[in-house]
């Protein structure tokens, strides 16, 4: 039995399943967020050096990325509920695996492969593919602003949570923490295990449509790609601070728990610059909604550079920052949905997410290239300010009609 928005199960309610997937990108980005506080207690144990387990921190921004189009695709075809279960098992493997590894390749192994693998299978083309096709048409930006809202929510708990266990017990107990948290979606596995159905509001391209056939269309259309170019740069910027941004407050002269709080003020923020994207995705173009936040990114950072670097500075940058941090995912993925429908968003969007993590993966690799290298970050701030800038001009070109002529149109 089909209830109105396209859900399955007789009385559930559409935005159950918008919940219960914030509910689980809330563990999934939580613990990927915080990675970059574990990197100064990684070098310590291992010895590896900053650059090495930057690399491999950069591993798994692409691997993030790279599983993303393939679980979507499994997504589409069996449901989410089994993929969201595997990802649990991997990422709950990966971190605690990290608490016995030393040497390089274990550490790619447990942080690169497993944790991230495991993260993207819970991750936002996944859930966002999952709820779209009980969600109404006009409902569907708003509703990816809430599970993106959940993501940005994790980051908030996680990050201070986790450097106040670092500081009572040890990195270690705070990585198995994260490896009995991930088990967590498990359960919440459940809500989501429905197999795909056509979406009610669907455009005609979903009729018929093979998956080949759709990912034919995509490549050919210019509007795609401009998306996966300006996704590329916003990875590459977020990967940078999530990974170094401990390491720039070490070097300006300031505590471990400013870089905490910075991230947690991040994804507090963000909770509200989701949700108003989201809104805001209902009443104007998104393409113009990317501009302004890519801009916006640029000018913080060139404000950044030039201000003292004191507490305040970086609780006001991650403040500015946040509003616009993981808010591009509802607009991206409400784009892709205009363009080609939701049938087989979680694979299309997936694959805009693998331009993302390519970013990450220069981001945070690049910015330990970086302070090796120099001693500090300053040509990776001026390189993700000229990245936002080409960022925000990459998404006018993108064809998206004004919501007010495609509600007309409805």
Not at 57 to 86: E, K, N, T, Y
């Amino acid at each position: 039995m089909k209830a109105a928005g396209g859900t399955t199960g007789g009385a559930r309610s559409p935005w159950v399943f918008v919940l219960v997937a914030a509910a689980i990108l809330m563990v999934t980005m939580g613990t990927r967020q915080s990675m970059g506080l574990f990197l100064s207690p990684l070098n310590t144990h291992t010895g590896l050096g900053v650059a090495t387990i930057s690399f491999a921190m950069a591993i798994a921004q692409l691997v993030w990325g790279a599983v993303q189009p393939v679980f979507g695709a499994v997504a589409d075809r069996w449901g989410p509920g089994r993929v969201i279960v595997l990802g649990a098992v991997l990422l709950a493997a990966g971190s605690a695996l990290t608490t016995q590894v030393t040497g390089e390749w274990g550490l790619i192994f447990a942080i690169g492969l497993l944790s991230a693998a495991g993260a993207g299978a819970g991750s936002f083309s996944i859930l966002i593919g999952a709820t779209a096709k009980h969600i109404p048409a006009e409902r569907r930006s708003f509703a990816g602003g809430v599970i993106n809202a959940g993501g940005s929510a994790g980051q908030f708990v996680f990050a201070p949570l986790n450097q106040a266990v670092m500081s009572a017990f040890g990195w270690m107990q705070a990585m198995w923490m994260m490896a009995a948290v991930a088990l967590t979606t498990i359960p919440m596995a459940w809500w989501l295990r429905d197999r795909p159905v056509a979406a009610t509001a669907a455009p005609a391209a979903d009729t018929g449509m093979t998956l080949r056939r759709q990912l034919k269309l995509a490549v050919r259309d210019r509007s795609y790609w401009c998306l996966h170019a300006g996704f590329f740069t916003c990875g590459f910027h977020i990967a940078f601070l999530v990974t170094h941004l401990p390491g720039e407050v070490n070097l300006c002269g300031l505590g471990a728990s400013v870089a905490s709080t910075s991230l947690a003020i991040i994804g507090l923020a963000n909770v509200a610059g989701s949700l108003a994207a989201g809104a805001l995705g209902n009443r104007v173009r998104m393409k113009m909604i990317l501009f302004w936040m890519y801009a916006s990114r640029a000018a913080a950072i060139l404000v950044y550079l030039a201000a003292p670097k004191e507490p305040v500075t970086f609780y006001l940058f991650a403040a500015v920052l946040g509003a616009t941090w993981l808010a591009t995912v509802p607009p991206t993925a409400g784009i892709t949905a205009k363009l080609f429908g939701t049938r087989y968003l979680a694979t299309l969007f997936g694959l805009t997410l693998l331009s993302h993590q390519v970013g990450g993966f220069f981001g945070a690799w690049l910015g330990g290239v970086a302070v090796v290298a120099t001693g500090d970050y300053s040509w990776i701030w001026w390189a993700d300010a000229a990245l936002a800038l080409a960022a925000a001009l990459v998404n006018l070109p993108i064809r998206e009609e004004r919501p007010a002529a495609r509600l007309a149109a409805a």
